[in-house]
Each structure stands twice: as C-alpha cells, then as structure tokens.
C-alpha cells in the first residue's frame, strides 16, 4: 500500500506554509489541492486503512504483487 499526501497535521501546516507563500488564504489553497484530486478532496488515514483492511481481507486475496496506490489521483502538487 502506498499512501499519497494524507490529509493531516503535516499536510495542512504544508498547505499553510504555502498559502502564505503565495498572499492566498488557507481555504483557498486547500481547494487548489483538492481540486488536484480526481477525488476532489484529499485521501484521509481512514482511506489508507480501508484499503489495508481490503487487501488484508477474503475479499483481496486474489490481489497478488500489486501496488495499491491510496493517493485520489493526484495529479500535481505544486
């Protein structure tokens, strides 16, 4: 399992860090980083551990010599 940018304390204080970079407000540069998702939100420690759970489980046997990437298709962070 390969976990992207979680959403949390570090990633939101690297939001932060960002907006403040640029003259943005934080909400504003938080949907420039959702809207980067073909989630349209960012991946949180429950998407992670679902998908651990799912891979773990009967219902994931068959899922041999993969790498699951838990990240909603990121497609820049910039």
Do not use: C, W
């Not at 990633?11 to 640029?22: D, F, N, P």
């Not at 540069?29 to 998702?37: I, Q, V």
């Not at 939100?41 to 489980?57: G, I, Y």
């Amino acid at each position: 399992v390969l976990p992207g940018a979680t959403d949390g304390p570090r990633l939101r204080a690297v939001i932060a860090a960002k907006a403040q970079a640029v003259g943005k407000r934080v909400e504003d540069m938080t949907r420039t980083y959702e809207g980067m998702s073909s989630l349209g939100r960012m991946v949180t420690a429950e998407d992670v551990a679902n998908t651990v759970l799912f891979a773990s489980s009967a219902a994931g046997g068959s899922v041999t010599g993969q790498a699951l990437a838990v990240d909603g298709h990121i497609q820049a962070l910039s």
